[in-house]
């Protein structure tokens, strides 16, 4: 008996053949990845963030196809190289002739039928991935859309597309909030700012805020705290009848979970609720792209940027298509005694024709206690501890109208600074805080042969998530871009 080519076990590897060529068609003519944000997003109108909205739509059902195509491709495979095995041991290839042919037919359908296998299953995860970035720019847009207020078809469906929260939920997040952002928060800002021109003896600095109507942020500073730590000691002390050892307490803490992606999308997220919040205020807020050729005097370094003081270490961010740069002055920078960006600021300052500021925002993840540097005769421990609470601990800026200046400073117009008097801080849950390392030496003997030194170290994480991270950060940051916006809001100038 004889099987003819045309029989089931070749029928299956042809199929394999057929729709590795679909699958196949995918791989060659694959569109290039998707960035999440693009040069120019910032300056995209309300219909043209909806029209890239909608290429996004089209890009995740086109790669949802694709994906189920691969899909498809690496079963018939995997059933084609079933079928051929079976063929094998049967010998119903043999009709091709001879132990040779029979061999020959085995190796065809089973290598056939593994190359569709393997190329429908990297079909299925390319589609994949680009149906995950269409998602991600899709939240990003959104993002902004709902930042610049835009009554787009995405944003009136956004509480009705649970798909798009899923997607990418710390943007989703912010985008949520972004509404809300657009109305000052409920704080007084001359509680939370204060800040003078010319040194202590100055005038206010928020009175130069009604002289112009412009402002021009030249940079925004997000600096991410990712190491805090405490320490505590009791000296101690020896007199006839009373004797304390020495104490000593440390406690280190570092955040967990959050990836830099996401700093940098709660950076560009800052930057958008900045600019609407002071549009809010009735200002006149000068775009990006219209400062981009006023730096090319400023000193910039590379984004994120690991930085630190004292004993806190953090990463620094800054909204895309705004560079990185520091002042003299700037505690968490690197200019030192530099004068360079000083210059460079007032310079832009003044042919922007803008109240020029450039905030700085540090975010701390950790609130820290200690028991502080005490004496034996008052204390005979060393305690410390933490709690996780995010807060905006420092917030400063310079601002600048500058109408004149020379050998690179302001000789006619307004310098002065404003800084946050007080932290803003939220009790909302976004980590757990998990003790990973103890070490404690226990004690030693005094010279006395009373009881010595005693030091306790203690290492831990405060362990999060990219989404859980984001929403509190997105909540604080709005409350503090908000109090400062509301500044200008209270020193209006002429329209």
């Known amino acids: 008996m004889s099987i003819h080519p045309s029989g089931a076990p070749f029928a299956l590897a042809w199929a394999a053949v057929a729709t590795l060529a679909c699958s196949s068609a995918w791989s060659q003519t694959a569109p290039a990845s998707i960035e999440r944000v693009r040069d120019g997003d910032t300056a995209l109108s309300c219909p043209q963030l909806d029209s890239a909205m909608a290429e996004m739509n089209t890009a995740q059902a086109e790669a949802s196809a694709a994906q189920s195509s691969g899909n498809t491709t690496a079963k018939a495979g995997a059933v084609s190289g079933v079928a051929a095995e079976v063929a094998g041991r049967t010998g119903l290839f043999g009709a091709l002739g001879g132990l040779g042919g029979q061999l020959f037919g085995k190796l065809a359908a089973k290598t056939t039928a593994e190359v569709a296998q393997q190329s429908g299953q990297a079909s299925a995860q390319e589609a994949a991935t680009r149906m995950q970035q269409a998602k ?56 939370w700012f204060d800040g003078k021109m010319g040194g202590t003896f100055g005038e206010k600095t928020v009175n130069a805020f009604a002289r112009n109507n412009r402002v021009a942020i030249a940079g925004l500073r997000v600096i991410f705290v990712t190491h805090n730590e405490a320490s505590a ?83 620094a961010f800054t909204p895309r298509g705004v560079p990185l740069w520091w002042q003299m002055g700037d505690a968490w920078g690197d200019a030192g005694m530099s004068q360079t960006n000083n210059r460079a600021f007032n310079e832009l300052a003044k042919s922007a024709n803008a109240l020029t500021i450039a905030p700085a925002i540090v975010i701390d993840f950790a609130r820290m206690q200690s028991s502080g540097n005490r004496s034996g005769f008052t204390s005979r421990g060393a305690s410390v501890g933490a709690s996780l609470t995010m807060s905006v601990s420092g917030f400063y800026t310079r601002v600048v109208r500058a109408e004149e200046v020379r050998y690179g400073g302001v000789s006619k117009g307004d310098d002065g600074a404003l800084n ?70 209270a020193y209006p100038a002429p329209q």
């Open 420 to 489: 946050l008097v007080k932290q803003i801080d939220t009790e909302a849950e976004f980590a757990d805080l998990q003790q990973v390392e103890e070490n404690d030496n226990g004690s030693v003997m005094s010279l006395f042969g009373a009881l010595g030194a005693k030091s306790k170290q203690t290492v831990s994480v405060a362990k999060t998530s990219n989404a859980a991270y984001s929403r509190v950060a997105h909540a604080v940051l709005q409350q503090a871009t908000g109090a400062f916006s509301k500044l200008f809001a």
């Open 136 to 191: 991600e720019r899709k939240a990003h847009l959104l993002q902004l859309a709902l930042g610049k207020g835009c009554a787009t078809t995405e944003t009136a469906d956004l509480a009705s597309s649970p798909p798009v929260a899923q997607a990418a939920a710390s943007a989703v997040d912010s985008a949520a909030s972004a509404t809300a952002a657009l109305e000052l928060p409920e704080l007084d800002p001359a509680q």
């Open 233 to 315: 000691i009791t000296r101690g002390t020896y007199m006839p009848g009373r004797e304390t050892g020495t104490a000593k307490a440390k406690m280190k803490v570092d955040l967990q979970g959050v990836d830099d992606a996401t700093l940098q999308a709660i950076t560009d997220a800052a930057y958008q609720r900045l600019v609407a919040q002071l549009k809010s205020a009735g200002r006149e807020v000068i775009a990006t792209e219209q400062l981009q050729g006023l730096y090319a005097d400023f000193k910039t370094s590379a984004v994120p940027q690991e930085v630190s003081v004292g004993a806190l270490r953090g990463r």
